[in-house]
């Protein structure tokens, strides 16, 4: 059974920083995707970035310059370092693991005040 476990989430200024982590157990397979998502609310679960096994990343334009995905292998762990932060950015973001089938982890809280 795979596990997806977050930290790091919190409360931040805007144009503050967080860096979030999630470690994956159980059985896991390469090559693998692993990612951030993120819900506001009312609004729907939206991609922020996803990175593969061998370090190829992909980034929402939203993000893109101010966020960087990273991953240990040796660890299952992903990161999501998150610099100029915006209040726009207040979501619960979720770490997600792509092997046959998605998996997800409960999420954390990230909020930005203005």
């Known amino acids: 059974q795979v596990q997806l476990v977050e930290s790091g989430g919190g409360l931040v200024q805007a144009g503050g920083s967080l860096r979030l982590s999630c470690a994956a157990s159980?059985?896991?397979?390469?090559?693998?995707?692993m990612g951030w998502y993120r819900q506001a609310p009312g609004k729907q679960r939206e991609l922020v970035a996803t990175?593969?096994?061998?370090?190829?990343?992909n980034y929402a334009d939203s993000v893109k310059g101010r966020f960087t995905i990273s991953r240990d292998n040796a660890k299952n762990t992903v990161y999501l370092q998150m610099n100029s932060l915006k209040p726009e950015d207040t979501a619960v973001y979720y770490c997600?693991?792509?092997?046959?089938?998605?998996?997800w982890g409960q999420g954390t809280q990230v909020t930005v005040s203005s």
């Open positions: 990175i593969i096994s061998s370090g190829n990343t």
């Open positions: 997600n693991l792509l092997l046959i089938r998605a998996y």
């Open positions: 159980g059985s896991i397979s390469r090559p693998n995707v």
